[in-house]
């Protein structure tokens, strides 16, 4: 299979501090992101970042890539309950509009 | 933001019966739409990618004929679940990419349960 591994699987913080997710894929890539899906709905988008980057940053969230160890990390600062969700890296399949999913963190954040 | 609108979020059938799920682009052309399936805690599975004016193509250990896929329009695709059974119960989820954007913009979801 091609999917991405993500760990943790799932995450317990307390509100204030930060969460960190980690995912491993196993193809070459033009860009990588990051989606947010809560319990029982869709996806968002979050955050994408192309190969030949190795961090960006949209508000709280920051994503850095090591496109060498085919890995990305998300980190999210001052979590807050809302927060609360499942986080998917995606990757793209070469040569084609699909993305790849990793397994998923489950993220919990107590107020 | 594209929006991206999925109709019914949730439905229950008796088995043997098909069911129907539209996926709409609200404010942007999509020539192609993806439909995943979802069990609970799991990832996304990608099923199929609909294309507009073609037939769709099927993700290995899919069944075209137990899937079937319909991208009549740039705005529509649908999904019906023919002669769905108990272990087709899932969410269903669909996603559709503005032309020449790398990010996908989902429905919210189909919660399928077939008795």
């Known amino acids: 299979s091609q999917q991405g591994e993500e760990d943790p699987q799932a995450l317990s913080i307390q509100e204030g501090e930060n969460a960190t997710m980690n995912c491993s894929y196993k193809t070459s890539i033009n860009n990588l992101q990051w989606y947010r899906q809560n319990s029982g709905r869709g996806l968002v988008h979050l955050i994408l970042i192309r190969s030949n980057e190795r961090e960006k940053h949209s508000g709280r969230l920051r994503v850095t890539l090591d496109t060498s160890k085919k890995s990305s990390s998300l980190l999210i600062t001052a979590s807050r309950a809302a927060d609360t969700a499942s986080y998917f890296c995606a990757t793209d399949v070469y040569n084609t509009d699909k993305l790849i999913f990793g397994t998923g963190t489950r993220l919990q954040v107590f107020p | 933001g594209a929006v991206v609108s999925q109709h019914p979020s949730w439905v229950i059938c008796k088995s043997g019966t098909s069911v129907k799920i539209e996926c709409r682009s609200l404010?942007?052309?999509?020539?192609?739409m993806f439909w995943y399936r979802q069990f609970p805690k799991q990832s996304l599975m990608l099923m199929a990618t609909?294309?507009?004016?073609?037939?769709?193509?099927?993700e290995q250990g899919v069944e075209k004929d137990k899937f079937l896929i319909n991208h009549a329009s740039l705005t529509l695709s649908t999904l019906t679940v023919t002669s769905a059974h108990p272990e087709d119960s899932s969410f269903y989820i669909c996603s559709a990419s503005p032309a020449a954007k790398n990010i996908q913009y989902f429905g919210a979801g189909t919660r399928l349960s077939v008795l």
């Open positions: 404010d942007f052309q999509a020539t192609t």
């Open positions: 609909s294309n507009e004016g073609s037939k769709a193509t099927y």
